[in-house]
């Protein structure tokens, strides 16, 4: 009965290559974020989608591309990876207020 | 942008002690959390407090909204508490969270 999941829990991949990560939330919520967690544990929010809708771009680049195809799933594409994108990278989904993350997907550039 | 700061940044303390983290942020706010981030990396809704006082078993938060603090008490505290707590505040209508920088705690034996 996992609220918000995340897939892979662990990503290992080379510079230059192409990866994704999905995030799927059962709790009904509108709402669906991207943060990342960076090597000194500090937090920040990339994206955020409100029943499909964009609404939140922080300063991002454009190597990154959200998608949600539907309001219970937001995905996360990365092209051209770089080794300054090794990070811990979190889902989360909204109710009024209260945020509620996933476990997180610890990706590694080598 | 809002700022949210933490203190202390690091606290080590030995089991059955008791603790005061606090939280100081820059403008008014409508959402603010507490988490714990586990030693597994995993992050864990304490309370969501924008104002007033809540308790849950051995952990109680206070947020004074109108002067822009939030206070976390971790009494008795065991091994398992160990880990990075943060705090994160919303405002307007974006709905995003910043989040402080953390305070990281060790329960020693």
């Known amino acids: 009965d996992t609220a918000v999941s995340q897939t892979p829990k662990y990503l290992v991949t080379q510079m230059g290559n192409d990866k994704s990560i999905k995030c799927e939330q059962n709790?009904?919520?509108?709402?669906m974020y991207w943060y990342k967690q960076d090597s000194k544990k500090f937090l920040k929010i990339m994206f955020s989608?409100?029943?499909?809708?964009?609404?939140i771009n922080e300063t991002v680049p454009n190597r990154f591309s959200p998608k949600s195809p539907d309001k219970a799933h937001l995905n996360l594409h990365i092209n051209s990876l770089e080794l300054g994108d090794s990070a811990v990278y979190f889902c989360?989904?909204?109710?009024?207020?209260?945020?509620?993350f996933g476990p997180g997907t610890r990706l590694l550039v080598l | 942008g809002i700022q949210v700061e933490q203190s202390p940044p690091d606290l080590i303390l030995q089991e059955g002690a008791n603790s005061t983290l606090r939280c100081n942020f820059s403008?008014?706010?409508?959402?603010l959390q507490w988490f714990h981030q586990n030693p597994w990396g995993q992050l864990i809704n304490l309370f969501y407090?924008?104002?007033g006082t809540k308790q849950n078993g051995r952990l109680s938060a206070t947020t004074v909204a109108t002067e822009r603090y939030s206070l976390l008490y971790i009494s008795s505290s065991q091994t398992t508490d160990s880990g990075v707590y943060f705090c994160a505040v919303g405002g307007g209508t974006a709905s995003k969270l910043t989040f402080g920088t953390g305070t990281r705690l060790q329960v020693t034996l």
């Open positions: 403008d008014s706010v409508n959402n």
């Open positions: 989608y409100n029943n499909k809708e964009l609404i």
């Open positions: 709790l009904g919520h509108d709402t």
């Open positions: 407090i924008p104002s």
């Open positions: 989360a989904s909204r109710e009024t207020g209260y945020q509620y």
